[in-house]
C-alpha cells in the first residue's frame, strides 16, 4: 500500500481512536455494562463461536472483538492504530475480558500474529481502507487453519455511489483502483467533533471483486446476502430502529441495499480453477 495513503489514513484514525471511546455511539460503559456490540443478525450469521479462535482484523477500538469474546470465543484483534489498540486494552481489562490486541498493519497479519484461528471476523467499514483485495484475501485465507471460516459484514458498495448525506449519484460504481479523497472533519460517530487529521483515502470495493478476491484466495462461498439497513446514519432519510441497533429507510421510500454479509471457509487445498483477476 502506498505510503502517503497508509500514513493519511493512520493518522486520521490514531486520532478517532479517544474521540470514539468518549463517543455514545461506541458506548463503552454501556458495553461494561453488558451491552453487546454486536447486532442480533451477526450472531445469526456467524452462529456459534464458543471455544473457536477468533481473529478481528481492523478491530478498531476492539468492542466487537471484546463482544465475541463475551460469547466464549478466544480472540485476537489487530488494528494499525496503536491509539485504539490501547483503547481496546483498556477496555479489555475494565471488562475483565481475556484477549489479546496487537498493532499492525492488516497486510502484515500473518507475520505479526504468527498462528491461525478457525474464524476470521471483520467489516464495517474496513474494506474500504485497503487498497487491495487480492493481497487482503491472501491474508484472510492464510490466518485460517483449513475449515476455518471467514465472516464479513461490511457497507455495501453500492452506496458509495451517493453524496455525503443525501441519495444524489455523484461518484462510479466501478472505480477500481482510484482512491476517493476526503478532508471532510468530524467523525461519523461525533459530526461535530473537532479533528485536525482530516485527510483520508478510501476504496470501494465492488461486489464482485470482494467474492473474486475471495474465491481466487482458495475460499469457499457458504453465503451471502445484502441487507435494507445499516448502522450508522449514512443518509438523512434513515431512521433509527432502537430494536436492533439498526437505520432503515421509511417504509414508504426505496428499498435499496446498504450492508452486505458473507461467509467462506477455507478450503483444505487451493482450488483448480479460480476466476481471472479482475
Ligand atoms: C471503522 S473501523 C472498523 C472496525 C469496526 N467495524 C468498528 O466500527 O469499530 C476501521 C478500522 O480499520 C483500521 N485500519 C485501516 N486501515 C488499516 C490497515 N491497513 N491495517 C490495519 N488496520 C487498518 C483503522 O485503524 C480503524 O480502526
Known sequence: MDDHHRNANRSAWDELAPIHAKSEFYDIE?????????????????????????????????LDTLSWARRGADVVG????????????????????????EVADVYDAVRAL??????????????????????WAKVVHDLLEPGGRLYLVEIHPFTDVFAKDELRVEHHYFD????????????????????????????????????????????????????????FKQFSDLEFDPTDRTFRFPPDHARLPLMYSLRAEKLDAAPTVGIADQ
Open 30 to 62: 454501556g458495553f461494561l455494562d453488558g451491552t453487546s456490540a454486536l447486532r442480533g443478525f451477526e450472531l445469526a450469521e456467524m452462529g456459534e463461536v464458543a471455544g473457536r479462535s477468533l481473529v478481528h482484523l481492523q478491530c478498531h477500538i476492539g
Open 78 to 101: 489487530l488494528d494499525f492504530s496503536r491509539p485504539a489498540i490501547e483503547v481496546a486494552r483498556h477496555v479489555a481489562r475494565r471488562a475483565g475480558l481475556d484477549a489479546r490486541f
Open 114 to 135: 504468527d498462528r491461525r484461528f478457525d474464524l476470521v471476523y471483520t467489516g464495517i467499514g474496513a474494506l474500504c481502507w485497503l487498497d487491495d483485495l487480492p493481497g
Open 176 to 231: 477500481r483502483g482510484v482512491p476517493f479523497r476526503d478532508e471532510t472533519p468530524g467523525t461519523y460517530a461525533d459530526r461535530n467533533a473537532i479533528t485536525r487529521h482530516n485527510l483520508t483515502y478510501e476504496w470501494t470495493h465492488t461486489i464482485d471483486s470482494v467474492l473474486s478476491s475471495l474465491l481466487n484466495a482458495g475460499l469457499k462461498l457458504e453465503s451471502f446476502a445484502e441487507h435494507d439497513f445499516t448502522v
